[in-house]
């Protein structure tokens, strides 16, 4: 995944990576980045063996942040890539499982305004979500812009469709809120189940305050029209929460159109550095009881069948990351997976005073981690493969482990050393049509399957 990995002291590697795609034909689509500074490329590599079918370089431009952001592409359902590149543009090559393919750049503002003024155009936009595409092929992300960018643009979400024709709407106009520089950073933006609906979070500028605040928002997806929006808070203070440009929280439709989106606290003491997973109804009119863990974690759906043990109502479940952070507030160490029913609620482990959803399941982390007092390892995945068939999970831990969580004995039941442990932002894992799992440890993409 990254062949100038960006190691600090300590050993830690504090960087986010895009996640891989897979095609029809399962061609495994890596992005990958080959500098210290950057410059980035898609691999597209032959799952059966993992030999090397064509590269794709993109002369994309990283925004600015404290962690490094991630790199994300995308593929339609045509078997075409979507890939970032300088300027707010996109690649897009078509035959994805050819050695050999057409490649086009669109800018969403228009390719003739980037030519005439390109070193403008770079330097100043940079787009700074995962790319999320609908059955039409239609491409949704956001962008920051620097002060003084072409074409009056500023930071926002943009809508290309197939055909090139584009939208763009800046957060500040569609919050309401002079204050919203952007879309939040490495925040996928995420479709009802009929497409008509966007869901984009928005956030204020780092550079003028650490403690960044946002919306979530509802759009029209064939316009981009505001239908809805409520503010982020903090729901043990009511206080507007943090959404930091260091997550990779992403909004979360479940089966029932009620949305997720994890937050930061106010204060990373009071719940632990932990964050919370919001709750919504479809139309964002109703905050429904929040999830315990929200920080940097796009939560996974789990069909309640899959879990032999749930007697509650809810016709799905959620797999989130439950660390607890050793030496943050109260945290302890015990750093957990967790399995949570949406529909129903407990006291919050940490703040009793909050009602959070019901635990169906927990596990804690199996290795002992030295730098910690009676803690353990923390889990270093950001949304996990959930094996319905198989009644599990795969999930990614800093011992350099891929898990298999049974929902059935609630224990490991199969485990895979990837390498000896490294302390790590943390990464999404995903699967293939022929069953091999892929997980990122240590800076590498790991094709795991019997």
Known sequence: MDLAPPYRAGGFLLIHYGTPVISGGNTVLVPVKTTSVGDFEVQARKASDGSLLWTLKSDYLLPASSWTPSWNIGLDIKGRLFAPAAGGRLLIRDGV??????????????????????ANYRDKLRINTPLTL??????????????GAPGGLRGGIVRLAADGQALWKSAAELSGDAAMFQTAMNAAPALSLDEKTLYIAV???????SMQTGYLLALDAATLALKAKQRLINPATDLPARLSDSATASPTVGPDGDVFYGVL???RTDHNGRGWLLHFNADLSQLKTPGSFGWDDTPSIVPAGA????????????????????????????????????????ADPINPAVTVMKEVLTIVGPTADATTPGGVRE????????????QSALVNNEDGVLYRWDFVSNRFSESVKLNAGIGQAYTPTVAGPDGLVYSINGAQLHAVGR
């Not at 669109?106 to 980037?114: E, I, Q």
């Not at 956030?203 to 305050?209: F, K, M, R, T, V």
């Not at 007697?311 to 439950?322: D, E, F, P, Q, T």
Request: include cysteine; hydrophobic fraction near 35%; proline fraction near 3%.
């Open 134 to 147: 609908d059955g039409q092929g239609t491409a949704f992300f956001g962008f920051t812009a620097k002060a």
């Open 307 to 346: 879990v032999p043990s749930y007697a509650g109502a809810s016709s799905y479940l959620l797999l989130v990351k439950y660390n607890n952070y050793y030496g943050i507030g109260s945290g302890d160490g015990q750093n957990k997976m967790a399995v949570l029913d949406p529909q129903a609620g407990q």
């Open 97 to 118: 499982d050819s050695a050999s393919g057409t490649v086009q750049t669109l800018a969403f503002y228009g390719n003739a305004a980037f030519e005439a003024d390109s």
């Open 265 to 267: 606290e106010n204060t």
């Open 203 to 209: 956030n204020s500028d780092p550079a003028i305050s």
């Open 379 to 390: 889990w270093c995945v950001n949304t996990a493969v959930i094996d319905v068939k198989g």
